[in-house]
T-cell receptor, first 111, second 114 residues
Framework: GQNIDQPTEMTATEGAIVQINCTYQTSGFNGLFWYQQHAGEAPTFLSYNVLDGLEEKGRFSSFLSRSKGYSYLLLKELQMKDSASYLC????????????FGAGTTVTVRA | DGGITQSPKYLFRKEGQNVTLSCEQNLNHDAMYWYRQDPGQGLRLIYYSQIVNDFQKGDIAEGYSVSREKKESFPLTVTSAQKNPTAFYLCASSPDSYSNQPQHFGDGTRLSIL
């Protein structure tokens, strides 16, 4: 089974940087996904990490440390539209079909 | 444009009634999934299907049923045996179950009890 932990809420100012942490425990690790979900809408894919290190995509970056069971999503130059829930999801090798999701982190961006 | 279409957007169920949520995709994806989302909780897998005419139970399959008669369609029936059906239901698909390709989600159906 999976234990995936994320902070429940975070607040930041427009133009600032926010880092959302995700820790997980798996019996076998085969990739970690980050999704963004606006209230009442579909989750949309942000990033994928399977090897250690940093993946950068514009204002968003994601980092993975497999030995520590740790990932973070970094949001830079925050905009009001970034106010959303951010979901961390882990794929566990013995059940590759399955993504186990954390409860999500609600980020509120203030002017 | 390719995507996943869920209908209806809102659905109300009476006591003892079965209801069916529709999910259609035109992405030519082999794998499809149903999740349930409750406030303060992560998405939980109800059922998934890796290929037509095959499906497997997820973590919370009790009180639900599915079919996969066509590649494009994966309807979910919430039966009267599901005692707490009020939730946001999300359908997803991916090219297959094993690659690093992300799952794509529909816009969801919000189910409530009358």
């Amino acid at each position: 089974g999976q234990n995936i932990d994320q902070p429940t809420e975070m607040t930041a100012t427009e133009g600032a940087i926010v880092q959302i942490n995700c820790t997980y425990q798996t019996s076998g690790f085969n990739g970690l996904f980050w999704y963004q979900q606006h209230a009442g809408e579909a989750p949309t894919f942000l990033s994928y990490n399977v090897l250690d290190g940093l993946e950068e995509k514009g204002r968003f970056s994601s980092f993975l440390s497999r030995s520590k069971g740790y990932s973070y999503l970094l949001l830079k130059e925050l905009q009001m539209k970034d106010s959303a829930s951010y979901l961390c999801a882990v794929r566990d090798r013995p059940n590759d079909y399955k993504l186990s999701f954390g409860a999500g982190t609600t980020v509120t961006v203030r002017a | 444009d390719g995507g996943i279409t869920q209908s209806p957007k809102y659905l109300f169920r009476k006591e003892g009634q079965n209801v069916t949520l529709s999910c259609e995709q035109n992405l030519n994806h082999d794998a499809m999934y149903w999740y349930r989302q409750d406030p303060g909780q992560g998405l939980r897998l109800i059922y998934y299907s890796q290929i037509v005419n095959d499906f497997q139970k997820g973590d919370i399959a009790e009180g639900y049923s599915v079919s996969r008669e066509k590649k494009e369609s994966f309807p979910l029936t919430v039966t009267s045996a599901q005692k707490n059906p009020t939730a946001f239901y999300l359908c997803a698909s991916s090219p297959d179950s094993y690659s690093n390709q992300p799952q794509h989600f529909g816009d969801g159906t919000r189910l409530s009890i009358l």
